[in-house]
Nanobody, 115 residues
Framework: QVQLVESGGGLVQPGGSLRLSCAASGSTFTILRMGWHRQAPGKQRELVARLTNSGFTTYADSVKGRFTISRDYAKNTVYLQMHSLKPEDTAVYYC?????????WGQGTQVTVSS
């Protein structure tokens, strides 16, 4: 299994930027891909961005051109750089790792976009 710890959330004004980090530990050599999901109050959890070991990325239509996922393999850390934030981006953001035998999740970090 892989343990995931997110950081970097907070309160930001509309149009602002944030960078989320997710540090992975444990059986990191089994990770196939990592991603970020989010869940707003009263809504289902949704995929925001995903990055495979081969470098293939997937983004939700709502964040294309504003968010960028990246990974530092030496630090076992995945990032989500968010620009031009909107109030509708407000949610708890969860990091996840798909491994050869499990799907692991972090505890989440709150992102609030408000003036």
């Amino acid at each position: 299994q892989v343990q995931l710890v997110e950081s970097g959330g907070g309160l930001v004004q509309p149009g602002g930027s944030l960078r989320l980090s997710c540090a992975a530990s444990g059986s990191t050599f089994t990770i196939l891909r990592m991603g970020w999901h989010r869940q707003a109050p009263g809504k289902q959890r949704e995929l925001v961005a995903r990055l495979t070991n081969s470098g293939f990325t997937t983004y939700a239509d709502s964040v294309k051109g504003r968010f960028t996922i990246s990974r530092d393999y030496a630090k076992n850390t995945v990032y989500l750089q968010m620009h031009s934030l909107k109030p509708e981006d407000t949610a708890v953001y969860y990091c996840n790792a798909d491994t050869v035998d499990s799907v692991d999740w972090g505890q989440g970090t709150q992102v609030t976009v408000s003036s």
